[in-house]
């Protein structure tokens, strides 16, 4: 059984930096693109970047272009998700997602963590 695991949410400061992690297991994980989403309170889950298989191609939702940058080591079953010069509207749960295809849609990917909670205060 696949499983994704998030890890290094928490509370920060407006201008501050978190990495986020997300750790799979059940599943052969250099198969499979990988991408982060969010979701706001009382809004819909949106897309934030997403990553190849191999690494080599990289889609960001604009609203984060510049500020945050995936990335994935497939040695350690890893992706991660820098988060850099944070804002209170980056508030969300964040969670990660595994696709067969790079996509930026959610119906794309076929397995999800149980997120990881991001809050930056102004």
């Known amino acids: 059984q696949a499983q994704l695991v998030e890890s290094g949410g928490g509370l920060v400061q407006a201008g501050d930096s978190l990495r986020l992690s997300c750790v799979a297991s059940?599943?052969?994980?250099?198969?499979?693109?990988m991408g982060w989403f969010r979701q706001a309170p009382g809004k819909e889950r949106e897309f934030v970047a997403s990553?190849?298989?191999?690494?080599?191609?990289?889609y960001y939702a604009e609203s984060v272009k510049g500020r945050f940058a995936i990335s994935r080591d497939n040695a350690k079953n890893t992706v991660y998700l820098q988060m850099n010069s944070l804002k209170p509207d980056d508030t969300a749960v964040y969670y990660c997602?595994?696709?067969?295809?790079?996509?930026?849609?959610?119906?794309?990917?076929?397995?999800w963590g149980q997120g990881t909670q991001v809050n930056v205060a102004s």
């Open positions: 059940g599943l052969r994980f250099s198969n499979y693109a």
């Open positions: 990553i190849s298989w191999g690494g080599g191609t990289t």
């Open positions: 997602g595994a696709s067969r295809v790079t996509t930026v849609e959610p119906t794309g990917f076929l397995y």
